[in-house]
């Protein structure tokens, strides 16, 4: 199967960006703070993310910061960062739920049944999925509604919210009835649901990205050359 393009990048910028100084980290991470608020497409956030890096060793070369190099001005560069990036679909919100939180969740929900700490403690803990997930939901929907300040999405906005609405109703009551009908083995269908939902999200999250390395390549033609002459 072919590595994923997404997974690579991400793990090249925390690389790189863990030898900046400090204060670039530091400033990154506002940058990054305000850019992923307009998009939930992971991949092209890296790309940000890795154009940021590039910034910040370019300044050090003249022996500056990132923020002195950008100047007092950078928040506006920023925002135009924001404006221009793709601000991605419903499923590149799906692709965030690849994450290693949602294994550590399934987890949680084994231990509890393994150890058999009390079928309250294990209902508590399937009903608190659908807080979890409407917590999670509401941080996409403040990206996009914060993003159609610059009506950049508004026509797909209502068909998307209709989705998430609908993927609510559909988990919550799913979650509600297993822990009614089934309190014994909720814990257990739980877990195994989030850990279907991780393998299928990085599937997904895979396919997405790499297409989308195609089109967008993230490695420069020098480094794409230099993989090119040292595969066998």
Known sequence: MRPSEYAQLKRENDRREGA????????????????????????????????????????ALEHKTLAESLGPGRQEIYDDMAREIDPGSFADWLCGLARPYTLWYAVLLLVNMVLGTGRAAAVFLVLMLPLFFVLYLSNCLQRRIWVSRWARARRSLVIEVMLFAVAVVVFT??????????????????AAALVLVWAVSSLLCRARYNRAAVRRPWRSAEDAAGEDHGAP
């Not at 990054?32 to 307009?38: D, E, L, T």
């Not at 009551?173 to 739980?190: D, E, H, M, T």
Request: glycine share 6%; no cysteine.
């Open 20 to 59: 900046l100084p400090l204060a670039d980290r530091e400033e990154i991470g506002r940058a990054m703070a305000s850019i992923r608020r307009a998009s939930w497409n992971l991949y092209e956030l890296e790309r940000l993310r890795k154009d940021l890096i590039d910034m910040a060793l370019r300044a």
């Open 173 to 190: 009551a799913g979650i509600w009835l297993l822990s009614r009908r089934l309190p014994r083995v909720a814990g257990y269908a739980a």
